[in-house]
C-alpha cells in the first residue's frame, strides 16, 4: 500500500519519526508540494496526508486510487470533503492534540503585551539600565493581571484550558459560547453574550471557530464596545478580525494593543496594516508547533489510519 505525505516538514522538521507510518506500508514523505505536484507526487497512492497541501476536486479526480486522506490538523478547508465524498475517499482530522500548547501560547502573548520582556531585557544588555540615573528602570508601562476580567469567546476545549490558567493567575473569567455546558467553578465566572465580554473585559481572548456569523466578529463597530486599556489575543482563526479595523483601532489607541497568532491571509502581505499597528505582537501560526502538540498529532494520525483499515474510521469529516 502507497502512503505519501505532502506537506511533512510542517509538522516534523525532522525532531519526530515517521516509523510507525513506514510500518503500515510504503511510505515517501515529502517536505512540501506545491498544488500542481500534487496529482503526480500522489499518483498510485492509496493514503495522502497533508497539512496546508490544497487537495481540490480537480485534484482527487486524477487520483482514482486514493482512498483515504488524513489531514495533520484540526482545520480542513484544504480538502474538498464534498469531492471526496463523492469519490468514496474518507477524510479525517485530528481535532485534538494542542489544547495546552495553544492556551499556553495566548499568555505568552498576553505576558508579553503586560511586561515587555523582550524590550527590557534588549535594553539591559544594551547597556540602558547600567546608563540609567535611576535604579528603577522601565521602558514601558507594567501590567499585572490578578484582579483583571478574562472575556473568553468561544468555550470550547482551548478556551476552557485558556480559563484555567488565567483564575490560577487571579484573574475573573467571563466566557461565550454557543454551547454552554458545564460552566466552570471559578469565582465569579459567568455567562455572557459577545457584546458583554467585549465591554467587560480586559483581555479579550478568541477561541471560536470560523462560521459565517463570526467572520469579521472583531471589526471597526465591536471594538468600540471595548475598553481603550484592554487587549486583544487572537490564536483561533484569523478572519474572525477584520485587521484593517484592527490595526486602525490600535494605531488611534481604542484599544490597549493585541496579541495574534494568526491573520486573515497566512503568510500575511507585507502591506497588512496589523504588521505595522502599535502595540501589535505577531507570531507566525505556532501556538500549535510545540513538540509535545506535533508527538501527540502525528500520534493521532496513526491512530486515524489504523481505524480507517480495521473498517472503522473515526474523526471522520462529512460534506
Not at 486522506?69 to 484544504?78: C, D, E, F, S
Request: glycine content about 8%; proline content about 5%; hydrophobic content about 45%.
Amino acid at each position: 500500500m502507497k502512503i505519501v505525505v505532502l506537506d511533512g516538514y510542517c509538522v516534523n522538521p525532522g525532531d519526530l519519526s515517521w516509523d510507525a507510518l513506514r510500518r503500515l506500508g510504503e511510505v515517501e514523505v515529502f517536505d512540501r508540494t506545491a498544488e500542481r505536484e500534487v496529482a503526480g507526487r500522489a499518483a498510485g497512492a492509496a493514503i495522502a496526508l497533508t497539512n496546508k497541501t490544497p487537495l481540490t476536486a480537480a485534484t482527487l479526480r486524477e487520483l482514482p486510487e486514493l482512498r483515504y486522506i488524513g489531514v495533520l490538523a484540526t482545520g480542513y478547508n484544504v480538502v474538498d470533503v464534498e469531492a471526496a465524498r463523492q469519490q468514496g475517499i474518507v477524510v479525517s482530522n485530528i481535532p485534538t492534540y494542542g489544547t495546552a500548547s495553544v492556551a499556553q501560547f495566548v499568555f505568552a502573548l498576553l505576558l508579553e503585551l503586560c511586561h515587555n520582556v523582550r524590550l527590557h531585557a534588549d535594553a539591559v544588555r544594551a547597556g540602558e539600565w547600567s546608563r540609567s540615573a535611576d535604579w528603577s528602570f522601565w521602558k514601558s508601562p507594567l501590567m499585572e493581571l490578578a484582579g483583571k476580567t478574562m472575556g473568553i469567546v468561544g468555550f470550547g476545549r482551548i478556551g476552557r484550558q485558556t480559563a484555567r490558567i488565567a483564575d490560577a493567575m487571579g484573574m475573573r473569567v467571563i466566557a461565550n459560547d454557543t454551547y454552554r455546558g458545564e460552566a466552570p467553578a471559578y469565582p465569579a465566572f459567568r455567562w455572557a453574550t459577545v457584546e458583554e465580554v467585549l465591554r467587560e473585559s480586559d483581555v479579550v481572548s478568541l477561541h471560536s471557530p470560523l462560521f459565517p456569523a463570526t467572520l469579521g466578529m472583531i471589526n471597526a463597530r465591536s471594538i468600540e464596545l471595548m475598553k481603550p486599556t484592554a487587549f486583544l489575543i487572537n490564536t483561533s482563526r484569523g478572519p474572525l478580525v477584520v485587521d484593517a479595523d484592527l490595526a486602525d483601532a490600535l494605531n488611534a489607541g481604542r484599544i490597549a494593543g493585541a496579541g495574534l497568532d494568526v491573520l486573515s491571509v497566512e503568510p500575511p502581505a507585507e502591506s497588512n496594516p496589523l504588521l505595522a499597528a502599535k502595540n501589535c505582537l505577531v507570531t507566525p501560526h505556532i501556538a500549535w508547533a510545540t513538540k509535545e502538540a506535533r508527538s501527540r498529532l502525528m500520534d493521532a494520525a496513526m491512530e486515524n489510519i489504523a481505524a480507517f483499515l480495521s473498517g472503522k474510521p473515526r474523526n471522520m469529516l462529512l460534506s
